[in-house]
């Protein structure tokens, strides 16, 4: 069967490995899980991931798996054929790869605080403290982006799905100066210049729209 993907499309973290999936060329069965009903507690899904949390793979032989980072890295693994270069296999390189997925795990949290106290919490801005959070992650990642054209390495990895997925969200909160980060600037674009990016903008889209309804309420 096609790799079954339980999505909710405004997740930066489905959104990474929506793009992972493209990159990849696989085609997947995708389930949506309506969190705001509260779908991730039905009984069949806690079974399959008893975290309840999305995404959430099932793959050959009843195998599941959740996390993003895990789920895109054994994509790669599995359906990536010869060509390693999304995930490579040389220890170094690897080990390169999986610090930036931690680093996104990092702000991931920060941002996932922010976005919660926006568009479940009434709030109408993040405080001043988080905001100073999230620029300090920015100033990381210029730094990165002064070394390799890309986010771990000097060529496309899951790292940067997983990265752009949350830089492109919290965007939309604590907005990047381009100016100030010339380098994150250009890497954003050569993301968005990706001929599957749509698997990151349809749902950054969808959540745009629910931040400015929160925002204006």
Do not use: C
Request: no cysteine; aromatic share 8%; proline share 5%.
């Amino acid at each position: 069967m096609a790799p079954r993907v339980y999505v909710t499309i405004v997740s930066p973290s489905v959104r990474a490995t929506l793009l992972t999936t493209h990159a990849l060329g696989i085609n997947i069965e995708m389930e949506e899980i309506d969190l705001s009903n509260k779908e991730q507690f039905k009984p069949s899904f806690l079974k399959l991931n008893p975290q309840h949390t999305v995404p959430t793979l099932e793959d050959d032989d009843d195998f599941v798996v959740w996390d993003s980072h895990v789920i895109n890295g054994y994509l790669v693994d599995k359906y990536g054929g010869i060509d390693d270069s999304l995930y490579p296999t040389d220890m170094n390189e690897r080990a390169k790869v999986n610090q930036k997925l931690h680093f996104d795990t990092e702000l991931a949290l920060l941002s996932s605080r922010i976005l919660k106290s926006i568009l479940h919490g009434g709030k109408k801005s993040a405080p001043q403290e988080q905001v100073d959070e999230i620029v300090e992650r920015y100033d990381f990642l210029e730094k990165f982006l002064s070394v390799n054209s890309h986010v771990a390495l000097g060529h496309l990895t899951i790292a940067d799905f997983s990265v752009i997925a949350t830089v492109s969200t919290i965007d939309l909160i604590v907005p990047v100066d381009l100016k100030k980060y010339p380098k994150i600037a250009a890497w954003m674009k050569k993301m968005q210049a990706l001929p599957y990016y749509a698997a990151n903008k349809n749902g950054l889209d969808k959540i745009r729209g629910q931040i400015a309804a929160a925002l204006e309420g």
